[in-house]
């Protein structure tokens, strides 16, 4: 009877005797909680002003199963049965589903879909903002095919902008901000082949610097910026965190001249970032990492700042503009923990950019602030079994496989978690599966677990927060977000708004 649910009589004991999950027994208490939840949909009225900030919350890799699972093990952590948990982006009122396809791909990267929805066009898979006229890794075709980012667009209309991410800010994501690269791989000019070269294309750390002028830069990649040899304030005697750089540039110091008689912050320790004042900050640049940044669960808490931490001073400096801001927050290593097949560790990522959106909740004013969380694409991760309510999320389901031995109620459909030897999986029963550096079991082997292709959430509140509802195709977010804020080439909304003010203020409070 092995491949039946294994009850656990002192576990069915606590469920029942726990007060909130007894009430759940009872129909009123699920009638009672959809009335509430109906009459705040009813009592919604969609906000139309126009969005003086942009805040964009980006969770690479983080598909709906992810975002399902971060849920649970948010309320674990919290001593919670987990299914229940309402997290910070849970309260977001308009949802909606992207289509995050490529123009080449069926499943995208992070380069293409980073174009989609920060500059509003679809393009080719490992290309960063360039249309699809541009083909992966070929330097000339990216010329005369550049296009912006709402991020510049915001920068032309007179607001600060920012980026905040958990990797190197070169990286895909961040980079498709400011940077066009036939290549998301250019990180410094170290890594531009000889054709790039010949062809006077950029490396996208120098474009850091030239393109736009960027208020607060925040996350890793101080490597990229220095020149070959450089030693690193923080690993002096790692030769791996050197600078890569083989034109002799030093882009910190070039970043600080070209901000001479602003008052500037260049740190790279928490130490230094937490001694900046944000109030008389004009920009700032920390980089704490030479590549990536840690894992949260990893992170020295006395030389790394959380998420929660970087998004809240990012949030102050730029707050200091009249006109208004966009960040871009990326939890970007969310990804890079699903590609090891270590599902804690995506989680985790996952609660900690959760927890910054909470952050961004408290810093902001719903109605002046849009704030949207979405994701770039999804990874083959999936939630199965039957496990038991309040049943570990990194744990084991109950229900046994037909080879007689239980298996996690997380796993991915590639990855390096495929462990089959002899025609057999190992047995688990012993192992602990909730430990940080486990890797889940994967169906199919691989060194590094793919992306996956389902449509992403796309969650929004604060002005016209509501034009984000429904399916769409993953580049209509940059432009829905354009239009509340007028920026853009757009401006229709602007144009309504001073009649729209002028009738409220007749009609009085």
């Known amino acids: 009877m092995q491949n ?10 606590q469920t029942i005797n726990s007060n909130n999950q007894a009430k759940t027994i009872f129909p009123e208490f699920w009638r009672s909680q959809a009335q509430r939840t109906l009459q705040a949909a009813l ?15 980006l969770g690479d890799g983080m598909g709906i199963t992810t975002y399902t699972a971060a849920r649970i093990l948010k309320g674990q952590l ?8 309402v ?6 009122p308009y949802v909606g589903l ?20 920060l500059c509003g066009v679809k393009t080719n898979l490992n290309t960063i903002g360039v249309s699809a006229a541009a083909r992966n890794g070929v330097c000339r075709s990216q010329k005369g095919n550049e296009v912006t980012s709402i991020l510049r667009w ?24 400011y940077a066009h690269s036939a290549s998301r791989k250019w990180y410094s000019d170290a890594d531009l082949p000889a054709s790039a070269r010949t062809n006077n294309c950029t490396d996208i ?13 925040i996350g890793g990649g101080r490597k990229y910026m220095t020149p070959r040899g450089t030693r690193d304030p923080e690993y002096p005697r790692d030769y791996s965190s050197r600078g890569r750089r083989k034109d002799g540039r030093h882009l910190i110091q070039e970043w600080q001249s070209l901000k001479a008689g602003k008052v500037a912050h260049y740190v790279w320790n928490k130490t230094d970032f937490d001694a900046v004042d944000p109030e008389t900050t004009d920009y700032l640049m920390a980089l704490f990492e030479p590549g990536d940044m840690h894992f949260d669960l990893e992170r020295d808490p006395l030389m790394d700042p959380s998420i929660a931490e970087t998004t809240e001073k990012a949030i102050r400096i730029l707050s200091r503009n009249p006109n208004g801001f966009f960040l871009l927050v990326e939890g970007g290593r969310i990804d890079q923990a699903h590609h090891a097949g270590r599902g804690s560790m995506a989680l985790h990522e996952a609660v900690a950019l959760d927890r910054a959106v909470g952050k961004a909740l408290e810093l902001t004013n719903e109605e002046e602030t849009l704030i949207v969380v979405t994701a770039d694409h999804s990874h083959p991760l999936v939630i199965n079994g039957y496990p038991f309510r309040g049943n570990s999320i990194l744990g084991k389901s109950p229900l046994w496989a037909s080879d007689m031995m239980p298996f996690t109620t997380l796993m991915y459909g590639n990855g390096p ?11 688990i029963r012993k192992v602990d599966t909730k430990t940080s550096g486990y890797v889940q079991l994967a169906a199919v082997p691989l060194k590094s677990a793919t992306h996956g292709g389902e449509d992403v959430v796309i969650l929004a509140r604060g002005p016209m927060a509501h034009l984000l509802q429904g399916v769409h195709e993953q580049s209509y977010i940059a432009h829905a977000m354009a239009y509340a804020a007028c920026v853009g080439t757009d401006r229709r909304h602007c144009a309504a708004r001073p009649a729209v003010a002028a009738a409220r203020n007749q009609a009085g409070p």
């Open 87 to 92: 997290t910070n982006m849970d309260t977001f």
């Open 417 to 427: 978690g495929n462990k089959m030897e002899g025609g057999k999986r190992p047995d």
């Open 78 to 85: 919290q001593n919670q049965s987990g299914e229940e948990t």
């Open 205 to 217: 750390a120098s474009q850091l610097l030239s393109n736009t002028d960027i208020d607060v830069i």
């Open 98 to 117: 992207a289509k995050t396809y490529s123009v080449d791909f069926q499943i995208p990267d992070s380069a293409a879909t980073a174009t989609a929805y």
């Open 43 to 57: 009592d919604r009225t969609p906000n139309t002003n126009v969005a003086k900030n942009i805040v964009l919350f």
């Open 4 to 13: 039946m649910f294994l009850l656990n009589e002192n576990r069915l004991k």
């Open 154 to 177: 915001a920068k032309d209309a007179g607001k600060a902008v920012g980026i905040v991410t958990t990797t190197r800010v070169q990286h895909a994501t961040p980079a498709t901000s």
